[in-house]
């Protein structure tokens, strides 16, 4: 099956530094990839779309330039959070699109928790 | 996107089969009826999909109303690791963003 990778899977930062998630398909190119945020108890949240090549489309309420995203690959697409806050602390969860021969799935990666201090 | 409602919680007895429902009544014409699974602390898993036909896999079935208004995802034999929440997504044709509601969060017991 399609596996998606993320690295780090947790990360401690001090506030006011930034953090780089790479997420990466493993066995499939994917030029759609999505970028989720899940706070304690709640539900994955999408934040924004990250397409090959292209400027990534963010959800509304989401800061583009707090939250950076980077697709420069078709098995790559990096979140970068600059001057990450406590309040940034979450678990931040990527997908990739297999769009093949007529099937288009969603893979989802293990997820990175980041934890600003 | 038609929005879902489903039971925030369920309990099963392990070896019987687990019966999770969702409302979708407002569900279009050219929208799928996705189902993801989150086990704590892990990403998503994909476990089945339909537009209007039932669905089997090797993991579950899918039954989907006569009216598409709602559905049944069904674990034939729920173990303990089935223990996760469930979410059922519903997603426009030719769209590929997955948007997650709350879910219902399954026990399995012993």
């Known amino acids: 099956g399609a596996v998606v990778s993320q690295h780090p899977s947790w990360v401690i930062c001090k506030s006011g530094t930034s953090v780089k998630i790479e997420c990466r398909s493993l066995?499939?190119?994917?030029?759609?990839m999505f970028w989720y945020r899940q706070f304690p108890k709640q539900s994955l949240m999408l934040m924004a779309t990250?397409?090959?090549?292209?400027?990534?489309?963010?959800e509304q309420g989401v800061e583009k330039d707090k939250f950076l995203i980077n697709h420069a690959s078709l098995t790559l697409s990096t979140l970068t959070v600059t001057s990450a806050h406590p309040e940034d602390s979450s678990f931040y969860i990527c997908?990739?699109?297999?769009?093949?021969?007529?099937?288009?799935?969603?893979?989802f990666g293990p997820g990175t928790r980041l934890t600003v201090l | 996107d038609a929005k879902t409602t489903q039971p925030p919680s369920m309990d099963c007895a392990e070896g019987r089969a687990a019966n999770l429902p969702c409302n979708h009544s407002?569900?279009?014409?050219?929208?799928?009826v996705y189902w993801y699974r989150q086990i704590h602390s892990q990403g998503p898993q994909y476990i089945i999909h339909?537009?209007?036909n039932n669905e089997t896999n090797e993991m579950a079935s899918l039954i989907i109303t006569e009216d598409r208004k709602s559905s049944t995802l069904i674990l034939p034999h729920a173990t303990l690791r089935d223990t996760a929440v469930y979410y059922c997504?519903?997603?426009?044709?030719?769209?590929?963003?997955?948007?997650f509601g709350a879910g219902t969060r399954l026990t399995v017991k012993p």
């Open positions: 997908s990739a699109l297999l769009d093949s021969g007529g099937r288009n799935e969603q893979f």
């Open positions: 066995d499939f190119q994917a030029t759609t």
């Open positions: 990250s397409n090959e090549g292209s400027k990534a489309t963010y």
């Open positions: 407002t569900i279009s014409g050219n929208e799928y």
């Open positions: 339909g537009l209007k």
């Open positions: 997504i519903v997603r426009v044709v030719g769209r590929y963003d997955m948007r």
